[in-house]
């Protein structure tokens, strides 16, 4: 198991006080009745006849359900009213004002239900001047379908799916200017269930900010930035480039800061991935130096055999580091690179072991005199590395209690 932490070559003379430490052998190959809430009441001597049971006590729950439908019920909008309401706006009954489009349509409509619909409307209603007997606002640069739907909505709440959908954006735009935020709603939701795209993401974006829609406008930059590479490519990214560099910028610091977020989880994780491996090498070390495990152990252990099965998973790398350890005869400063491996693993241990008098491990007494030889620098890298390792322990509940157990 790799490690980054700093090389401890310490002397070879310790190599035959460890292997001696160690036997290494090879094999071959019925409930309860419930009380009633009330009990009956007894007979009262004021009274001849038998007085009835009262009833049981309604619930919390009970009660909440039945003040709620009782609002649901008066809050309820027969589909005839909603109909009734649809069909004054399509027969215009009475109409007074009417409603120019930028292709010189005009949409009878009446002003008290603009009035209450919108209050925009209305305060255009008080300006406009009475021509005829009749009054005359304009709504320019919108198609005449979209105002025909927005106006039908004022009315009833009613629209079709078809020119929802092919009418979203100037709908968007309409209930954001005349201050119909029920229609509002009505459009985010549309543009949140899949209608924006690759291709128009940074129009709607650019609308969502226009119009007050943050949570539309979070939406889209999140899309942005999961896939900036296609989006930057479209039209609708060059036009905004061209016309909007401010909002550019922005979403290039967004995508960079995403990707520096992505980079220092990636990070954090490999790192928390050490500490987990460096961690469980110090149980599976103590396990094999106090317990033995399959094939290696203690002297005054009785092997269990290779087919029983370990639950230390650092356990069977472990052994095979020993087994080098014990026999290696690279004669090196330090010894070679799985030596200085064990070398460490065996420092590590020696720092974080509070019973070096008892413990079992090769060295660990040993190690901690020769910690007093290190340079501040050097204590600094092992200090860190040792609050690391311990840190990691809490993520590992069972390895944590079979630690408490051998500890």
């Known amino acids: 198991m790799a490690s980054s932490t700093p090389d401890s070559p310490w ?60 609002l649901s019920q008066s809050c309820y909008v027969p589909n005839e009213t909603i109909d009734t309401w649809d069909k004054l706006f399509k027969e215009a009954y009475g109409a007074d ?6 292709d010189e349509s005009c949409i009878p409509v009446h002003s008290s239900v603009l009035t209450i619909a919108s209050p925009v409307l209305g305060k255009f209603l008080q300006q406009s001047k009475v021509r005829n007997g009749m009054r005359y606002i304009k709504i320019p640069g919108v198609p005449y379908e979209a105002v025909y739907a927005f106006i039908r909505f004022l009315y009833s709440s009613c629209y079709e799916k078809e020119e929802m959908k092919k009418f979203v954006l100037h709908l968007l735009v309409l209930s954001h200017s005349y201050s119909v935020p029920s229609l509002k709603r009505v459009c985010i939701y549309i543009l949140e269930q899949g209608w924006i795209t690759k291709e128009n993401v940074v129009d709607v974006l650019q609308l969502a900010r226009k119009c007050d829609a943050p949570r539309l406008s979070l939406i889209c930059v999140r899309m942005v930035v999961k896939d900036f590479k296609a989006i930057s490519s479209t039209e609708g990214w060059k036009v905004m480039k061209r016309v909007s560099p401010a909002l550019e910028q922005e979403l290039l610091e967004s995508v960079v800061e995403a990707d520096s977020r992505k980079e220092e989880r990636l990070k954090k994780k490999e790192e928390k991935k050490v500490y987990l491996q460096l961690y469980e090498a110090m149980e599976a070390l103590l396990h094999i130096c106090r317990d033995g495990c399959r094939t290696i152990g203690p002297r005054d252990k009785v092997f269990k055999g290779s087919q029983v099965a370990c639950g230390f998973p650092a356990c069977k790398g472990l052994e095979t580091l020993v087994r080098h350890f014990s026999g290696c005869k690279t004669r090196v400063p330090g010894g070679c690179a799985h030596c200085k491996r064990m070398w460490q693993l065996l420092e590590l241990h020696s720092r974080i072991c509070n019973e070096p008098e008892l413990c079992k491990v090769p060295l660990c007494r040993h190690l901690k005199e020769k910690m007093q030889q290190q340079t501040k620098k050097d204590e600094a890298k092992w200090k860190l590395l040792v609050s690391k390792v311990v840190a990691a322990k809490d993520t590992l509940g069972p390895i944590s209690g079979r630690h408490s157990r051998l500890s």
């Not at 009441?41 to 009970?62: F, M």
């Open 11 to 70: 002397p070879s003379s310790t190599h035959d006080s460890f292997s001696g430490s160690f036997n290494i052998h090879i094999e071959e190959a019925n409930p309860d009745d419930i009380l009633p809430v009330l009990e009956d009441p007894t007979s009262s001597t004021s009274y001849s006849h038998n007085i009835p049971k009262p009833p049981p006590v309604p619930s919390k729950a009970y009660t909440q359900n039945k003040l709620f439908k009782r």
């Open 97 to 102: 004002v009417y409603i120019c489009t930028k």
